[in-house]
């Protein structure tokens, strides 16, 4: 810290001398003071900042762009519907989509607990209305910034429609396809946050939702010449030929 400018601390405003810390976007704080990350941007949090139960809280640089109203979420699935459209994926319909608070989440997502809050949950059955053949529905859990709600409706939309055409592949390809809606919504938006958040992914450690994901937009780049429909039978067809090898 010698030589620089004197910085309060980001979580307790005091002046920062001696030791500190620093979070990923360059805030200063104290050794002692906690380390409460942003649930969105991963910012490490003020005192006074907005504290949610489950340990969950969003800063002061988030907390106006949080997707709550019905307005808000019609806003973001707008724009991951002209980005499907771009790379040619069309929607069954109007999917309807509800915010939802950690606690309801959990329950509608049953056994699939793991101690994470699971971000947003894809509903698909029985018979569907307005041309679609089943009934979808996606819940979206509250206090999400818009960013961070758009990738996640993205992937979720992707799941409605791997559903909708009774598609099923392997995990790897099946979340990976889902996370290139992600990837491909923060690339659109190219702004600050997304750009980190599509940094993430691209180092993302896991089998299946980081190599998995960057295998799928391999694909999706080249033989799938980033038409997202087309991609979906290339990973259906690799899947049965993998199937067949395995067997052999
Ligand atoms: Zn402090
Ligand atoms: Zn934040
Ligand atoms: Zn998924």
Redesign the pocket.
């Known amino acids: 810290m010698k030589g620089l400018t004197p910085q309060n ?6 002046p ?1 001398v001696g030791r500190c810390r620093v979070d990923e976007w360059g805030q200063y ?2 050794e ?2 906690e380390f409460k990350p942003c649930i969105n941007c991963g910012r490490v949090v003020a005192m006074g900042d907005l504290h949610l139960p489950h340990n969950r809280q969003v800063c002061s640089h988030c907390i106006d762009k949080v997707v709550q109203k019905d307005a808000h979420v019609q806003w973001v699935y707008d724009r991951v519907q002209e980005i499907f459209e771009k790379n040619f994926l069309s929607l069954p319909g109007r999917v309807p989509v509800e915010v939802v608070d950690p606690d309801r989440i959990v329950k509608l997502s049953r056994n699939n607990y793991d101690g994470r809050y699971p971000s947003g949950l894809t509903v698909s059955g029985g018979i569907g209305l307005f041309g679609a053949k089943m009934n979808h529905k996606v819940y979206m859990l509250d206090y999400q910034h818009k960013v961070v709600f758009g990738g996640v409706l993205a992937h979720e939309l992707l799941h409605v429609w791997q559903n909708e055409h009774r598609v099923s592949l392997p995990p790897k390809y099946c979340e990976g396809f889902c996370n290139l809606g992600t990837y491909l919504f923060y690339s659109y938006l190219d702004n600050e946050l997304s750009k980190k958040r599509a940094e993430k992914m691209m180092q993302e450690p896991d089998p299946i939702y980081g190599d998995g994901f960057r295998e799928v937009k391999q694909i999706f780049e080249t033989e799938g010449s980033r038409n997202l429909e087309k991609t979906i039978q290339i990973l259906q067809t690799k899947a049965k030929q993998s199937k067949r090898i395995f067997r052999l």
């Open positions: 601390c980001a979580v307790c405003g005091q920062v704080f104290h002692q003071c």
